[in-house]
């Protein structure tokens, strides 16, 4: 099953997004694609316990590193 | 002697949707800095998934969806709840630029020893000297890497 | 999908009258507070003129908020300057508390206690007369005017020969490096002798055990060989100690022996029967410590691990009864709340590196485990143990105090509790009087950053804080500052970080 993700980077730092997949790496199969409006995030074989939330999650944790980042 | 006039509270209406544990909305950023949306949105990750999208122009949509199931009161309530911690956010945001060379020269000398203007009327001769490229909009620039930015876009 | 309108009102900003503040809802008033540690309470209308710049001279609210560094008319930067650089002193005083962990052998088997301890054959977990030289040779480096050697464990006069090496080896370094030297104990008293107790006392290392509660919960915690009591055993030394310390005439007001408790879901049940027991034995602070939640079996967290929600109510009735005895004349001090007080009504901070931004990993404190490893803090000392040795920040044998200090990983923690640059901390009312601690976001997140809204600390922080605010807020015949200032008197003795780690 393939699951995607994709960040406005108007909106979420490109960064961020990145460190985000490179975080859930243990978690499932991630695939970063970066194009010139968005980051897109392609979810293959994530982890059957969290399944369920992982997407959900996922798009959370960009947020925040989003947010760090603006502001430190 | 003439009286100034006094600015006063302005009223908005904040329109959203609502569906099975989740409420969605779309903010303008002409009203809203993008870092006051952020600031608000941050404040319920623990409650909330959350997902920005940038469906037009200098607007923002956000979706919050709970993490636990909810009733239609409970999104009603978190709606509102949104929508003051984002009334509050933008009011920091605005707080904070406009004091951000106060804070700057105080936090020099508290660390540094140094930090220019000795009076506070040097230091908003030299604030206004900048001539800051003011935002009448009071938009702040948000990722300088963003395309979209660099083509003046968004 | 169904729409819905609701209406709101955005007050109007005179940006070019305000000075930085930060503001949120404290006991249905507006609390604003800013960088030098100054709070003021606002009525609804009262924060709408600040905002929309009306404050002006005249107004009831005008000299109090000039006064406080509120308002962009009359704002004296070198003032400002002035009390957030005495806020902040310890920014770059170098290390003060210096754990050091002379074993790692324990006869006690708590059940909060893991991955810290070792069973007592375990002799190959004692540190060596050698690495405790080189663990003073290195601590007395730093720059701080004020050196403190915590000595923790295991149970650390198990090993009595490090200890008493390093009290008397440190002292004799310090008549040329002239500082003021403090040492202290934390024992579980286990281990006590008559002999260890008089050379404590002779020597003048500060003494701080642990006692839970009254004896059941008290022994409940705090599992010793089934034929020994350690309550009666505790009780037994304060005892002592106490006694001998106005046989040798020291000032019982500065010499007792200090203790901690530890709250687990037992403690729920006997919070009052705590707080009476600390005011039986005369015990000047309470320090209602909750678990910190990581490192446990589920089954074990499951008897005696709670939620944040959970402890923070515990937290609220046990912290009303402390303040109850106090309004009747008993003199108690709850030691978080006096933390945030000191931050709150006192010009400086009380430099407790528990609560500190930056935090003081590596540069308020420094662990050194048995062996001679050095790390940001105990808990990162405990993180080791459990097999994680990313806090470690070199070695007594090989490493230099420059690199220690420098060390990336100390950097890191001190980028990650830096307040105002962690989104929601940054624009938090109770910014100026909180902390963040790296090491407990790491715990509980995996990241040192930790997010602010998941993090239980920050709930903690937030609760405790608002409680006290409330309080203040609420306080016209000036009952509840009056004991609050009085929480924030330091005695010479209580400079010291005993019993606060």
């Known amino acids: 099953m393939t699951e995607r993700l994709v960040f406005a980077r108007s909106l979420y730092a490109k960064e961020a997004v990145e460190q985000a997949a490179q975080d859930f790496a243990e978690l499932a199969k991630i695939e970063v694609i970066v194009g010139d409006h968005d980051v897109q995030l392609v979810v293959t074989e994530p982890d059957p316990e969290l399944a369920p939330v992982l997407m959900d999650e996922l798009a959370n944790h960009a947020l925040f590193l989003t947010v760090s980042a603006a502001r430190s | ?154 | 999908m169904s729409a819905r309108t609701i209406s709101l009102r955005r007050l109007p900003l005179v940006e070019e009258k305000l000075s930085h503040f930060r503001y949120g809802k404290v006991a249905g008033r507006h609390l604003v507070t800013n960088d030098m540690g100054a709070w003021h309470f606002l009525d609804e209308a009262s924060f709408e003129d600040l905002l929309a710049g009306r404050i002006d001279q005249g107004h009831a609210e005008f000299k109090a908020l000039q006064e406080k560094g509120f308002l962009r008319e009359g704002f004296d930067l070198d003032r400002a300057a002035e009390q957030m650089q005495r806020k902040k002193r310890f920014v770059g005083q170098g290390p003060h508390l210096h754990i050091v962990i002379t074993t790692l052998r324990c006869n006690q088997s708590c059940k909060y206690c893991h991955a810290s301890r070792t069973n007592m054959d375990r002799v190959d977990t004692d540190m060596s007369l050698e690495t405790a030289k080189q663990v003073v040779d290195l601590a007395m480096q730093s720059p701080s005017p004020y050196i403190n050697f915590e000595f923790q464990g295991g149970e650390p006069t198990v090993n009595m020969a490090a200890l008493r090496f390093i009290v008397e080896y440190s002292r004799e370094k310090n008549k040329y490096e002239n500082k003021q030297l403090e040492h202290s104990l934390v024992t579980n008293m286990t281990y006590m002798t008559e002999e260890n107790a008089e050379w404590l006392i002779e020597n003048e290392v500060l003494v701080c055990t642990s006692l839970d509660g009254p004896e059941e919960l008290h022994n409940y915690n705090r599992t010793w060989r089934q034929d020994q009591n350690a309550y009666a055993n505790v009780r037994k030394w304060i005892d002592y100690f106490n006694r001998r310390y106005i046989e040798v005439g020291r000032d019982p007001q500065l010499w007792h022996v200090d203790a901690l408790m530890t709250t687990s879901r037992k403690t729920f049940d006997h919070w009052k029967e705590v707080v009476d027991l600390y005011l039986e034995l005369g015990m000047h602070t309470i320090f209602l410590r909750p678990l910190n939640p990581y490192g446990f079996a589920v089954d074990t967290w499951k008897r005696i691990g709670y939620t944040s929600e959970e402890y923070l109510e515990f937290y609220k009735r046990a912290f009303a009864y402390i303040l109850e005895k106090n309004l009747a004349g008993q003199e108690i001090v709850e030691g978080t709340a006096a933390t945030f007080l000191t931050k709150i009504l006192t010009a400086d901070d009380p430099n407790f590196v528990d609560i500190l931004s930056p935090c003081g990993a590596g540069t308020g404190q420094v662990a050194y485990n048995y062996d001679g490893k050095i790390f940001t803090c105990d808990e990162a000392r405990m993180t080791s143990a459990m097999g994680n040795d990313m806090f470690q920040i070199g070695q007594v044998q090989d490493t230099s105090y420059a690199e220690m200090h420098g060390h990336p990983t100390v950097r890191a923690m001190a980028v990650a509790s830096l307040q105002d640059s962690l989104p929601s901390c940054d624009t938090c009312w109770n910014k100026p009087f909180c902390g963040v601690c790296p090491m407990h976001n790491y715990m509980t997140s995996g990241d040192i950053f930790g997010q602010r809204p998941n993090s239980p600390k920050c709930k903690e922080h937030y609760t405790i804080a608002s409680v006290l605010f409330e309080h203040l807020a609420d306080d016209r015949d000036g009952k509840f500052e009056k004991i609050f200032r009085r929480w924030t008197l330091t005695r010479p003795r209580e400079l010291s970080s005993d019993c606060k780690t």
């Open chain 2, 1 to 154: 002697m003439t009286e100034q006039a006094q600015p006063e509270a302005e009223t908005e209406d904040f329109a959203f949707d609502l569906g099975e544990r989740e409420i969605s909305f779309s903010i303008d950023e002409d009203l809203y800095a993008l870092d006051a949306i952020y600031g608000a949105s941050y404040l319920f990750v623990d409650r909330c998934y959350l997902f920005l999208s940038r469906l037009a122009e200098r607007k923002v949509h956000v979706r919050l969806r709970t993490k636990e199931p909810s009733s239609e009161a409970e999104l009603e309530a978190l709606a509102g709840e949104f929508a003051n911690e984002l009334l509050n956010s933008q009011l920091r945001f605005r707080i904070g630029r406009a004091t951000a060379g106060i804070r700057a020269q105080y936090m020099a000398r508290a660390f540094f020893g140094s930090g220019g203007s000795s009076t506070i009327q040097d230091l908003l001769a030299e604030l206004d000297a900048e001539e800051l490229a003011e935002d009448a909009l009071e938009v702040p620039v948000p990722w300088k890497d963003s395309p979209a930015q660099q083509k003046g876009e968004s």
